[in-house]
């Protein structure tokens, strides 16, 4: 397995957000992350990253243990993240933003960093605007660089926190293309996003969250018509049916 996520509990403060959280994820596989609002996805991502630390359980990577290590050294160890609001260094252009984080997300130096850098740029096809201010980015090119920033850390395993939020329906399917070439460059994903029927048109396998710990996980047509993940959804925003009509799968 590339991800084990065994027995994980988190708190803020008295409030228990993840509750037991068990996942194993296979190396090159392309998985989707969906549940309610507040259901602990994003803490969960946080907790794989290490930007929050676990209460109790274990996370490994590859066999390795990895609990007790920091966001930089997971990082480093091959675990990439997006985060909901892309946060690009403004005042930089996106080619620098891209070589910073081949620069201190990878560790890599000189000419190293740079080809991390324009090769990432290029996947996200962002190449041609390089000396371009990040600050002067349209929304689903501030999307493509904080793709393109992740990517510059040479990550085995990218964690995509709702990527596709405020994009027109145009602009999601660039970004589904985008994250299909991500795939099948061999990088194993797993994409939290509440366009259900954008998800699982891509998806090869559905996890869903509800109070921290998974609700069902399996293929996403199996796990869209469970009747478990129907009644959790109940009241919510998010109407499967309307989701998932015309959905691929
Ligand atoms: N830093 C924090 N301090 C206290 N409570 C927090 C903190 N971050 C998140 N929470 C709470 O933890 C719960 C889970 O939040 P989280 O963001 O992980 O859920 P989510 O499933 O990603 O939700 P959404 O789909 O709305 O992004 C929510 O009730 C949230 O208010």
Redesign the pocket.
């Given at each position: 397995m590339l991800l084990e996520v065994n027995g994980v509990h988190k708190a803020?403060?008295s409030?228990a957000?993840?509750r037991g959280l068990d996942l194993q994820v296979a190396e090159g596989e392309f998985v989707g992350v969906i549940?309610?609002?507040?259901?602990?996805?994003?803490?969960?991502?946080?907790l794989i990253a290490g930007h929050l630390r676990c209460d109790s359980g274990m996370v490994r990577l590859a066999g390795r243990d990895i609990t007790r290590l920091s966001a930089d050294q997971r990082c480093r160890a091959g675990i990439g993240r997006t985060f909901?609001i892309p946060q690009p260094f403004g005042g930089m252009t996106v080619y620098e933003n891209a070589l910073v984080a081949a620069t201190y997300g990878a560790g890599l130096r000189g000419t190293r960093a740079q080809e991390a850098a324009r090769d990432a740029l290029a996947l996200c096809g962002l190449l041609s605007l390089g000396d371009v201010p990040a600050a002067s980015l349209r929304l689903l090119q501030r999307k493509r660089l904080e793709v393109a920033r992740s990517l510059a850390t040479g990550p085995q395993l990218l964690l995509l926190?709702?990527v596709g939020g405020g994009l027109t329906d145009a602009e999601v399917h660039e970004l589904l293309d985008l994250v299909q070439a991500v795939h099948a460059r061999g990088i194993t994903v797993l994409w939290?996003e509440?366009l259900v029927h954008a998800l699982v048109s891509v998806v090869r396998r559905l996890v869903v969250?509800t109070e921290?710990r998974v609700l069902a996980d399996g293929l996403p047509k199996d796990v869209i018509a469970s009747r478990e993940v129907r009644e959790s959804y109940l009241g919510s925003e998010l109407d499967m049916e309307a989701e998932v009509a015309g959905a691929a799968h």
């Open positions: 803020y403060g409030t957000v993840i549940g309610p609002n507040g259901a602990g996805k994003t803490t969960a991502f946080g909901q926190d709702e939290i509440h969250l921290g």
